[in-house]
């Protein structure tokens, strides 16, 4: 699904995690001082040092239309407040930047993770499907409507249509796919328990892993202490 | 003859549920849209149709306790990068749901116990929701239910509560359909 995204040398997947939850929560904890806009700022840099600056720079413009489409709707909506469209730009600037380290990560290296962690392997299997399934559905549907087309069935905001004509034919096909996904991962001897099976290229912290994590951490705690140290600037002030 | 309450899920299992929860998430892709208008409850207005709706078939083939919290364990996997608190409010509904249906039918055996769970899924996502504004996002809970924005979210939640239950019907309808097709097997 995020194939293109994935950069040559990944963090690894629970710092990746993790870190895309702490830059939400931090961004929302933020929110209502420029310590959101220097936080958010600062961690989309670390991704760009951590080896996640072509997924960074080739997303930055829809981030940036992303912020300046929402700003302006805010803007709009608050009759005028800049205050408060700060405050939202930093929560969007924040989902924004969480979702990159996830976009970065390849679904196989999350369930390699895990299963090396000793994660139950059936939830992991399932995620993995989850996951990478997107390409299969969209090509199934475009299969789907080719058939609707040579039957002549050219709409689907007919009730009737959508569910005979796409709905059904859609769940039959998934039903079908699923048995032989299923028999395919069994034929490959999987088994549930994990103690009896190896990780095919384990996946492991590195020394870059840890730099990343200590430099996260430092950003958000410095970030989060900063209006104790006496460095709190209100967003008003900026403005002012 | 008397089958388990609990039984053991198969890879067969695991994969029809990670491929509907497939379905249902990239169907819910419009909730990133509506995600930033501060309405309470639009954003399950617009998935609820698709979150009643495949869980009721994927309850309908898979009828093991926990099937409710594998879905909702694998929507949220993806959820996890975008919206955190759906994660945890989903995962906790899944829980709630499992805990319900094993006190009220004792599991999925029959197809009003899997139309109650299908259709209470997005349902039981408002509280959660709620209680994480109150508590942990003060402003937004303003925001949601400031001037003039509470009787929309009434008809929000009234819209997701009927579009759920339309959704589960639903399922539960094409899965009857499928199984008397040979299609869709236990």
Sequence with gaps: MTGRFHPRRPLYPVVSVLAALLTLIGALALARSIWGSVFVGAVWLLLCLFGLARLCLRTLP?????????????????????????????????????????LAMAPVRLTR????????RLPALGMLITTSFVPVLAGEIGRVRGAMRTRGVTTLWAPAAFYRALLIPLLVRLVNLSDTLAL????????????????????????????????????????????????????????A | MNQPVFQAFTVKDVVFLAILSAVATCTAAVMALVSQIHIFALAQVVTALQFSLFPAVALMKVRKVGTMLFFALFTGTVELFMAPVMFFSS??????????VLALFRGYGRDGAVFLAAWLFIPLTLPLNLLY??????????????????????????????????????????????????????
């Design chain 1, 62 to 102: 829809f981030l940036l239309a992303y912020l300046a489409g929402f700003g302006l709707l805010f803007y709009l909506a608050s009759g005028g407040n800049a205050v408060f469209t700060w405050q939202m730009v930093n929560r969007l600037a924040g989902v924004g930047v969480a979702v990159l380290p996830g």
């Design chain 1, 113 to 120: 993770c895990l299963t090396a962690l000793g994660c139950p």
């Design chain 1, 184 to 239: 395919s991962v069994e034929t490959r001897c999987f088994v549930r328990d994990g103690s009896s099976c190896t990780v095919y290229r384990p996946v492991t912290l590195t020394g870059r892993d840890v730099g990343f994590s200590a430099a996260f951490l430092t950003v958000l705690t410095v970030a989060l202490c900063a209006p104790a140290l006496g460095w709190a600037a209100s967003i008003q002030e900026v403005l």
């Design chain 2, 91 to 100: 995962l906790l509904a899944g829980l709630l749901l499992e805990g319900l």
């Design chain 2, 133 to 186: 504004y109150v508590c942990f996002a003060g402003d937004l809970f303003e925001q949601f239910f400031g001037a003039g924005l509470q009787l929309a979210a009434v008809g929000c939640v009234l819209a997701a509560v009927a579009l759920s239950a339309l959704g589960a019907a639903l399922g539960v309808k094409i899965s009857r359909e499928l199984r008397r097709a040979g299609v869709l097997k236990g």
